[in-house]
């Protein structure tokens, strides 16, 4: 029996890592941006005359949050300030500022509005103007956790372990082994956690211990890392 030491030691085991991993893969879908208080000035204009153009006679937003007329008396005012502001003077930039964040106040609550009546529809989404959040690229089979290191900590029966990051996991799983290294059947798993260090507990004092890890992705676990190997204290 070891004791662990990481954020999820006490939290149970899942029944399934595999399972999890591509239930979390399918929980993304379809979803307009809602990073528009990065939007440039220019930007900005852009997108509400595209919101303008296709929210106007969808009959998927009957009842636009901001109503059209309104958004669209903004805009104009609002590229008429970008002009005057180009070579103009700070008051008419402060103006033009002034407007921007109204503008984007406006963006931001037709954006929850097209969402709540899309109900993640893409087609929809996409009909209202507003751009399609981009999704992320599915990743195939992970890599092995590099960098492995098994670390003497110097407190009895306690050995550290940490290695590096692998892009697209979800979770690592944390073997131990005692005795011949090459013979499967020494191996065991320790414990599955998403944190990439961890400190193995009331182990055996003089007993040389092997460790190896490998992570957990949409597609699966990965391959496994390679050997790190430390006596405890």
């Known amino acids: 029996m ?13 029944s399934s890592p595999v399972q ?3 239930k979390q893969a399918t929980m993304a879908r379809p979803d307009i941006t809602l990073r528009i208080t990065r939007l440039t000035v220019l930007e900005a204009l852009n997108m509400s ?11 998927h937003f009957p009842e636009p949050k901001i109503p059209l007329d309104i958004l669209e008396q903004q805009t104009d005012r609002f ?3 970008i ?11 402060l103006q033009r500022d002034a407007v921007f964040a109204e503008l984007r106040d ?3 609550a037709q954006a929850w509005y097209v969402r709540s009546c899309a109900a993640g529809d893409a087609v929809i989404l996409a009909g209202s103007g507003f751009p399609l959040r981009k999704q992320p690229e599915p990743i195939g089979p992970l890599a092995a956790p590099q960098n492995l290191v098994a670390s003497y900590t110097g407190r009895r029966g306690t050995i550290a372990l940490k290695w590096k990051p692998v892009r697209g996991a979800i979770t690592y799983r944390v073997w131990i082994a005692i005795g011949d290294i090459l013979n499967e059947e020494n191996w065991s798993e320790v414990l599955i956690q998403s944190r990439t260090k961890v400190e193995v507990q009331e182990l055996t004092s003089g007993i040389h211990y092997w460790f190896r890890v490998d992570a957990l992705g949409t597609a ?3 391959a496994a890392s390679g050997m790190a190997g430390c006596m405890a204290a």
């Open 2 to 14: 070891f004791l662990i030491l990481g954020l999820q030691a006490m939290q149970p085991k899942p």
């Open 20 to 22: 999890m991993a591509q």
């Open 49 to 59: 005359r595209c919101v303008i153009a296709g929210m106007r006679n969808d009959p």
């Open 79 to 81: 590229q008429e300030l």
């Open 83 to 93: 002009t005057e502001a180009t070579h103009g003077t700070r008051q008419a930039l």
């Open 106 to 108: 406006m963006l931001t």
């Open 220 to 222: 699966g676990f990965g």
